[in-house]
């Protein structure tokens, strides 16, 4: 599956954005889906993942309540709505695909197969 992310761009401190992941190929609804994040000098870590059927979701522990992952398996595209964005959360953000059957939920990096390319996200204070 191959994956292209967009929405990212320059907000201001309480701000929002939403982020859009697309995915090729017909069997996007049998990936649980996920997103991270690298600032800059940082490692990439865990944001949100969603369940295929969307039944289940889970988010780190800093962006709890701000932020809401959510997909349309008939539109082969998943969501990261950001809420009362803070400067800290200035970032690539990546979509990534993970074929396993399970639910950890997966959140490391290694549990994903297919990434897309990254959305620049700046919060400005």
């Known amino acids: 599956v191959q994956l292209q992310a967009s929405g990212g761009g320059l907000v201001q401190a309480g701000g929002s954005l939403r982020l859009s992941c697309a995915a090729s190929?017909?069997?996007?609804?049998?990936?649980?889906m996920g997103w991270f994040r690298q600032a800059p000098g940082k490692e990439r870590e865990f944001v949100a993942a969603?369940?295929?059927?969307?039944?289940?979701?889970y988010y780190a522990d800093s962006v709890k309540g701000r932020f809401t992952i959510s997909r349309d398996n008939a539109k082969n595209t998943v969501y990261l709505q950001m809420n009362s964005l803070k400067p800290e959360d200035t970032a690539v953000y990546y979509c990534a695909a993970d074929p396993a059957t399970g639910w950890g939920p997966p959140t490391q990096i290694h549990d994903y197969e297919y990434w897309g390319q990254g959305t620049l996200v700046t919060v400005s204070s």
């Open positions: 969603i369940r295929r059927n969307g039944g289940s979701t």
């Open positions: 190929g017909r069997t996007f609804s049998s990936y649980v």
